[in-house]
C-alpha cells in the first residue's frame, strides 16, 4: 500500500474521517526502528482497551471450536448418508448473501466508503454481514481500517510477518497468527472511537452493531426454520442448521481468515505496494471476489477488487447490479490509466 487514497488525502486520513467531523489528528512521528527503516507506529489512542478479556477469549474461542466440531459431526453424518440436497441447497441459499453482507457491507461499503446507498440497504447489508458470527460490524471495521492504515507494519492487528521470528517455524507462526491467533490477541485491535467514528456516529450501524447477538442467533435461526417448514420435522430443522448455520459458517470464516493470512503470503502481485498483499485467484469464488487482495490494497477505496475480465469479482458484480437499478451511487473506479500508472512490471 502506498499510504494514498484514490481521492488524493493520505489513507490514514481517509480512514478515519468522521461523517460530522473533520479527520482525525495525523498520527504519532515516525521512530526509528533499530531493526529496520523508519516506521510509524500505532498511537496508544489507536488501540481498542479490552473489556472483560477473559469474557471476550472464551466466547472467541467457543465461536472458533464450535463450527469446526459440528463438521466433524456434518462429516459423520454424510459417511452415514444423513444428508439431504434441501441442506445443500440452504447452506449455499445463505452462504452467498451472508457472504456479501462481509463482502459488500462491512468491507466495501462500511470500512472502505467504495460505494453509497441508503439507511435502510445499509442497515440489511449490516445485518447480513452480522449473521456471519464475524464479530460487531464497528469492532470488524475499526480493526480492518487499522489494518490498512499499518499493513504487515507494527500496529497491523494481523499481519503474519511482524514479530514472528524467522525461517519456516516463525511463517508458521505468523501464518497461524494472522488466520485465528490474532482473534485472541487485544495488543493491536483497532480503536472504535478512533478507527470508526463514522459508524458510531450512524443510527443505523450503531444499533445494528449493539444487537450483535439477536442477528447471530437470527442466522442460525433461518435455517432451522426453513428445514422444519421445507421437511415438517424438527430433526429436518436441526439438520439444516447444523450445515445451513455451522458448516456456513465455518466454511465463511475461513474464507474470511484466508485473506488475512493467505492472501498476505502467497499468490501474484500486480501492483506496486508498501505491503505483502497478493492475489490468489483460486480463492476469488469463495470469497466472493476478496482474494484480488493485492489489487484491493493498491486501490483501497475501488469497489472492484477484480480488475480484468479473468479477475471475477462477484462483489464487484453485485454492487455494479445494484447501480444499475438505482439502488448504489457515486461508485468508486479505477481508471485504466491509473491501474497502469501503479502496475509491476510482467
Known amino acids: 500500500m502506498d499510504g494514498r487514497s484514490d481521492n488524493g488525502l493520505s489513507l490514514r486520513q481517509d480512514l478515519h ?10 498520527p504519532a512521528k515516525p521512530v526509528e526502528d533499530p531493526a529496520g527503516p523508519l516506521h510509524r507506529g500505532p498511537t496508544p489512542e489507536e488501540i481498542q482497551e479490552p473489556v472483560l478479556e477473559n469474557l471476550d477469549r472464551f466466547i ?7 463450527p469446526p466440531a459440528l463438521v466433524v459431526l456434518a462429516g459423520w453424518q454424510l459417511w452415514n448418508r444423513g444428508l439431504h440436497l434441501r441442506d445443500i441447497v440452504l447452506l ?28 435502510a440497504l445499509r442497515g440489511l447489508f449490516a445485518v447480513l454481514g452480522t449473521m456471519s458470527i464475524e464479530g460487531p460490524v464497528i469492532s470488524w471495521v475499526a480493526d480492518h481500517r487499522k489494518h490498512h492504515a499499518y499493513s504487515d507494519r507494527l500496529g497491523d492487528p494481523h499481519s503474519p510477518h511482524v514479530d514472528h521470528g524467522g525461517g519456516w517455524k516463525g511463517a508458521l507462526r505468523g501464518l497461524a497468527h494472522a488466520h485465528v491467533g490474532w482473534l485472541f ?27 450483535f447477538i439477536f442477528w447471530s442467533l437470527l442466522g442460525l435461526a433461518i435455517p432451522f426454520g426453513l428445514g422444519w ?13 447444523l450445515w445451513a448455520g455451522a458448516v456456513r459458517i465455518f466454511i465463511l470464516h475461513h474464507v474470511t481468515y484466508s485473506i ?7 499468490g501474484r502481485r500486480r501492483f506496486a505496494t508498501d505491503d505483502e498483499s497478493h492475489n490468489l485467484s483460486w480463492l476469488a469464488p469463495l470469497s466472493f471476489g476478496e482474494a484480488w487482495h493485492n489489487n484491493h490494497h493498491a486501490f483501497p477505496t475501488s469497489a472492484f477488487h477484480g480488475m480484468t475480465k479473468r479477475e471475477v469479482d462477484l462483489s464487484g458484480l453485485t454492487i455494479s447490479g445494484l447501480e444499475r437499478l438505482g439502488l448504489v451511487w457515486d461508485v468508486q473506479r479505477i481508471s485504466p490509466d491509473r491501474q497502469a500508472a501503479k502496475a509491476l512490471a510482467d
Open 260 to 266: 488475512n493470512s493467505l492472501c498476505h503470503f502467497f
Open 60 to 66: 472467541t474461542g467457543l465461536i472458533t471450536v464450535v
Open 17 to 26: 474521517m468522521s461523517a460530522t467531523a473533520g479527520p482525525v489528528e495525523a
Open 185 to 211: 490477541d487485544h495488543q493491536q485491535r483497532g480503536s472504535r472511537e478512533r478507527f470508526a467514528p463514522d459508524l458510531i456516529a450512524d443510527p443505523v450501524v450503531n444499533f445494528v452493531d449493539k444487537t
Open 229 to 241: 417448514l421445507i421437511a415438517g420435522t424438527v430433526a429436518a430443522g436441526l439438520e439444516a442448521m
Open 92 to 119: 449455499i441459499a445463505l452462504y452467498i448473501p451472508i457472504g456479501l453482507g462481509v463482502t459488500v457491507g462491512f468491507h466495501r461499503l462500511l470500512t472502505h466508503r467504495s460505494f453509497k446507498t441508503s439507511p
